[in-house]
């Protein structure tokens, strides 16, 4: 019969276990896994096939280089992974229920377009609410800003993503449509209606290759088999609107970057061109601090203010609600 000790012990080693095969399933890789937990890879791997003996089950089937769940370790995760999240996340929550919100840090990432134009307001309110609490906004996009949601370097990200990672989550809240912006005296900025080939035709500035814009821009001429010509490619959309007014040429932009008071003429686009969402990026299982949940609620419609004289919501936004909140 096992003593208390020894029980204790095989309590601790069962913890160990889940989470080494945990993170495995949720990188599909024992060496990311390992990567993460600190341990040797030959640590991760024990533990898992310890797991493997003492439930009698084989938790994962190889197929090439890569590792994928078997129905048992589907149902296992499925049943360990909030247990796993809830150990891990005791101090997080220990000291979110006892943080006062009017003391602390909160880190963002955004993109340059979500710094400029989404986040003045919402920061605004947000230390206007609580004064003492120190706001570091990072200026990423792309790989850069998975990085650092992956490792926790931030609390969450804020801005629009088409490929979504894995073990990324991504909460849609505003929606803004895409825009042709024109010189004053440009033919477009007179023509009814503008087709893809009015586009094709012209001499566009475009965002560069990595952003959201660009990648979206490209996607919808490659589905019509329609060549385009970019005549300059440019960094920012303060100087994309610069360029553009100086006769340049003519770009495609989200609302978010227009505030109406720019000297360009501003058209419709046709309806092939999708609408931007932006939302709230952050890693599975992420624990959400108080102060990261008290800014999202800032975010969603019914906070926003009543005031006339309170900042409010991009003009040019329509509130987009999640399926599983409406």
């Not at 370790?73 to 220990?94: K, M, N, S």
């Not at 033919?187 to 475009?206: H, M, N």
């Not at 385009?228 to 770009?251: D, M, N, P, T």
């Amino acid at each position: 019969m096992l003593s208390t000790a020894s029980k204790r012990g095989n309590k601790y080693n069962r913890i160990k276990q889940l989470r080494a095969f945990c993170c495995t399933a949720q990188y599909r890789s024992v060496s990311k896994a390992a990567q993460r937990l600190c341990l040797s890879q030959p640590s991760v791997s024990l533990q898992i096939q310890a797991l493997e003996r003492e439930l009698g089950i084989t938790l994962f089937e190889r197929r090439g280089p890569r590792i994928r769940l078997t129905p048992d370790g589907e149902t296992l995760y499925e049943l360990a992974q909030p247990l796993v999240e809830g150990i891990d996340a005791l101090p997080e929550r220990f000291a979110a229920h006892n943080e006062n919100l009017q003391s602390g840090r909160l880190d963002i990432a955004a993109g340059e377009s979500t710094a400029l134009y989404l986040l003045p307001d919402l920061i605004g309110r947000f230390m206007t609410l609580h004064p003492g609490m120190h706001v570091k906004l990072h200026n990423l996009a792309g790989k850069p800003m998975c990085h650092a949601i992956r490792h926790d370097e931030v609390d969450f990200a804020i801005g629009s993503m088409l490929d979504l990672p894995e073990d990324i989550s991504y909460r849609a809240i505003y929606c803004y449509s895409l825009s042709l912006i024109t010189p004053l005296d440009h033919p477009l900025a007179r023509k009814r209606a503008i087709t893809l080939q009015d586009l094709a035709s012209s001499e566009l500035i475009v965002p560069p290759r990595h952003l959201t814009t660009w990648r979206l821009i490209n996607l919808v001429f490659q589905q019509h088999s329609i060549p385009y010509k970019a005549r300059l490619e440019v960094g920012g959309w303060e100087i994309i609107k610069r360029y553009v007014e100086l006769g340049f040429g003519i770009a495609i932009a989200s609302n978010l970057c227009l505030s109406g008071f720019e000297k360009l003429a501003v058209r419709p686009l046709p309806e092939v061109f999708p609408k931007r969402t932006y939302g709230i990026m952050v890693r599975h299982g992420k624990f959400l601090s108080l102060q990261a949940k008290r800014f999202i609620e800032l975010m969603r419609p019914e906070s926003q203010p009543t005031d006339r004289s309170a900042p409010r919501l991009h003009p040019n936004a329509s509130v987009f609600i999640a399926a599983d909140e409406a």
